[in-house]
């Protein structure tokens, strides 16, 4: 095992995959020259060329357009979005035609390609730079949606997401680039649609995904102090949900806390509490608590954004309510 960076482990998913198939090519702004605006794609230029790695124009939705077409004519794009702030300006392109072509041609067209990029809050950038779309792109039938947590996920999930036949949105984060985390020397993926148990615990289930699934971790230290067992599920995959690993960790728990780094409204963790309660509500010794930002536009000011942000806090409080402790 080597200890590398987030951004590390992205660079050499693609590159690997890369080097095992002729079909597949990185295409997005400053992914080339600049080495990525986060270093993801740092050496790629220089080992697979310009016409593998291609830096584009500010223009989205001309450049996720060239790549649904190319992957309808038998090659495997990769498109970094900056943000997936940015990604709305192509997000007709992924919707409307990479999420149902496959459906519309009758099975003629196949879509391999994976739409990268970080998401969510990354500090002071604003309202209009700091929004989750996880939820947005899962209620699309067609797309599947992964959200890793450190780099050895990044990295399997990443190749696996490269290989699968269907359109894959990757969600990253800023703030994880720079994430240490252990990853081994020989060839490995994950499967797409299995969650992990990162922490096991008998008291209380919390289900998390992303680089907010630290703060879960926190509280998880301090609650062990006061004698509550926390046990952690990172969904690693938004869709296909794997509802049978939060399913058979709140049969154990009997209680189910659900933090996600995004709006309260039609949320992950709204769907996770509709199929907790539709498949075990016997088990449940406790409502569903979901943390949540606040449901505005992130702000600017850091004092507000530490507020609008869920923290390990909120978290030891919903545990703790779910516990009927104090």
């Not at 830096?55 to 001309?62: N, Q, R, S, V």
């Not at 509280?219 to 509550?228: C, F, N, Q, S």
């Not at 067992?229 to 939060?246: A, C, F, G, N, Q």
Request: aromatic share 8%; glycine share 8%; net charge negative.
């Amino acid at each position: 095992m080597r200890t590398i960076q987030f951004r590390e482990a992205v660079c050499e998913a693609m590159s690997e995959e890369m080097r095992r198939d002729e079909s597949i090519y990185l295409m997005g702004e400053e992914v080339a020259e600049y080495n990525g605006a986060y270093k993801a794609s740092k050496g790629m230029l220089d080992e697979f060329g310009p016409k593998r790695v291609i830096d584009t124009p500010i223009a989205e939705l001309g450049f996720a357009g060239i790549a649904v077409g190319s992957a309808m004519n038998g090659n495997r794009p990769i498109v970094e979005f900056m943000t997936f702030n940015f990604s709305l300006v192509g997000i007709d392109q992924i919707i409307n035609n990479a999420a149902k072509m496959r459906q519309m041609s009758g099975g003629q067209f196949s879509m391999p390609m994976v739409f990268r990029g970080p998401t969510a809050s990354a500090g002071q950038l604003g309202a209009t730079h700091s929004q989750a779309f996880e939820n947005w792109y899962a209620n699309t039938p067609g797309l599947k949606v992964v959200v890793p947590s450190n780099p050895y996920d990044c990295k399997g999930l990443l190749k696996s997401a490269i290989r699968d036949n269907d359109p894959v949105i990757f969600m990253e984060s800023e703030q994880m680039y720079g994430d240490k985390g252990e990853v081994p020397d020989g060839e490995y993926t994950i499967p797409l649609g299995v969650a992990d148990v990162k922490r096991e615990g008998k008291d209380v289930t919390i289900v998390s995904f992303g680089k907010i699934l630290k703060e879960a971790f926190i509280a998880a230290d301090e609650l062990e102090k006061e004698g509550i067992s926390v046990e952690i599920v990172d969904l690693r995959t938004i869709r296909p949900m794997d509802h049978e690993t939060i399913l058979n960790s709140v049969k154990k728990t009997n209680r189910l806390v659900v933090l996600e780094e995004a709006w309260p409204f039609g949320s992950i963790a709204s769907e996770i509490t509709y199929i907790v309660q539709e498949r075990a509500f016997d088990y449940l010794d406790a409502p569903i608590q979901r943390i949540t930002t606040a449901d505005t536009p992130a702000p600017y000011s850091p004092a507000l954004l530490k507020e609008w942000l869920p923290n390990a806090g909120d978290v030891v409080k919903a545990v703790k309510k779910v516990m009927y402790k104090k």
